[in-house]
Structures are given as structure tokens and as C-alpha cells.
């Protein structure tokens, strides 16, 4: 019988500043297969993040030197880390908690305590598999003119304020699509602008 054990390509950065914590995902982590980074502070999970690239990251939020909420802005902000993963484990659990972690953009949110390890697991490989998938998936890139329909309120609810060129280099900024599978009725997608020079999202 092979009793090797299954490993991941992927890594996953743990930051944490509590050592029972980050031992526990540790082992959880590892024992599946994956390859852990470890960081007790924001500062230094940033660093790594922004170092390492890893396939996703485990955030606490209450954090010494930077807060989670911080690490997690410089993350989304970067073009090297935006579309990193990002799992909030956090004993922050209330409502506004919850809805600020999510709309700072992280991809899902847990609850220490209430969240076991097989639970952290599990959401994990679901969020890996679904980057894999976008990963497969082509875009789309279409420049938007001025003398088409509603260019101009567009450009203004966008925040543009030189047609649709890139406030932070000049260049023109094309609007990029990606299908979305998950509807069937009809071709869905979904769209944004992307800068193709410093891939600042607009």
C-alpha cells in the first residue's frame, strides 16, 4: 500500500499573531499536504505576501504593528498580491466586523471558535479550485470611445476625469470582461477597468 501523503503545489501564508492559533492551522495545513508560511505580525505578513506570492492567505485582524484590515488594503491595492485569496480568521465576529473584512476585500470570512479546522479546510480547496477555474477562463479587452452611448456618464460614474485615460500614467485604460458561467441564461460577464501599463483597477 502507498501510504505517501498527497502534496499541494500551493502554499498558504498564515498570519497570526496568537502561536496556538497559527500551530493549529499549521498542522492542519501541512497535514493536508500544503506548503505554510508563518507571520506573527501585519508588518511582516505583508512583507511576505508581497515576497512570497502565496496561493492564499489566512489573515487574522487583530494584528500588532499593521491590522489585519490594513495588510488586507495593501494586498487588494498592490498589483503584485491584488488577486491573492484572502480567508479572515478572526474572534471578531459581529455583523460590522463581518461586513467591513468583506467589503475590504476578502474573499471569505470565519470565526474563531465557531469555525473548526475541517470547516477552514474545506473552504480553503473550495476557493483554490474556483481561482483555478478563473485562472482557465479568457477575458476580454475593449476600449471604450467617447462618441458611443452613455461613454461619457460612464466615464463620469467611473471618476474618470480625462476621457478614459489612466489618471496615474496617461495611458488609455480598457475595459476588461470575463465570462461568468455561473448564469445560464444568456452570456454573462463581468466587467471592469483595468489599466494594461500599471494594472491599477478603476
Known amino acids: 500500500m502507498d501510504n505517501t501523503q498527497e502534496t ?8 497570526e499573531d496568537q502561536a496556538e492559533f497559527r500551530h493549529i492551522y499549521q498542522d492542519a495545513l501541512e497535514g493536508d499536504g500544503y506548503k505554510v508560511l508563518l507571520a506573527e505580525d501585519g508588518e511582516s505578513g505583508w512583507q511576505l505576501a508581497k515576497s512570497e506570492k502565496p496561493e492564499l492567505i489566512l489573515l487574522d485582524l487583530v494584528l500588532p ?4 484590515i490594513e495588510v488586507l488594503k495593501n494586498i ?15 474572534v471578531l465576529g459581529e455583523k460590522k466586523d463581518i ?10 470570512y470565519m470565526v474563531k471558535g465557531y469555525s473548526k479546522p475541517r470547516e477552514i479546510m474545506s473552504k480553503i480547496r473550495v476557493l483554490l479550485e474556483k481561482i483555478d477555474f478563473k485562472k482557465s477562463i ?19 460614474d467611473i471618476g474618470l476625469t480625462k476621457s478614459f485615460d489612466c489618471p496615474y500614467c496617461g495611458k488609455e485604460i480598457p475595459l476588461e470582461i470575463t465570462p461568468d458561467y ?10 471592469h477597468f483595468v489599466c494594461s501599463e500599471c494594472q491599477k483597477s478603476f
Do not use: C
Not at 65 to 68: E, R
Not at 99 to 108: I, P, R, V, Y
Open 8 to 15: 499541494h503545489k500551493e502554499t498558504i501564508l498564515i498570519i
Open 65 to 68: 504593528k499593521l491590522s489585519g
Open 76 to 90: 487588494r491595492a498592490d498589483a503584485e498580491t491584488r488577486d491573492i485569496p484572502v480567508i479572515i480568521l478572526s
Open 99 to 108: 461586513q467591513k473584512g468583506l467589503e475590504s476585500g476578502a474573499n471569505d
Open 138 to 156: 479568457n477575458s476580454y479587452k475593449l476600449l471604450v470611445k467617447e462618441g458611443m452611448a452613455d461613454a461619457a456618464k460612464l466615464q463620469q
Open 182 to 191: 455561473t448564469r445560464t441564461d444568456g452570456h454573462w460577464f463581468v466587467a
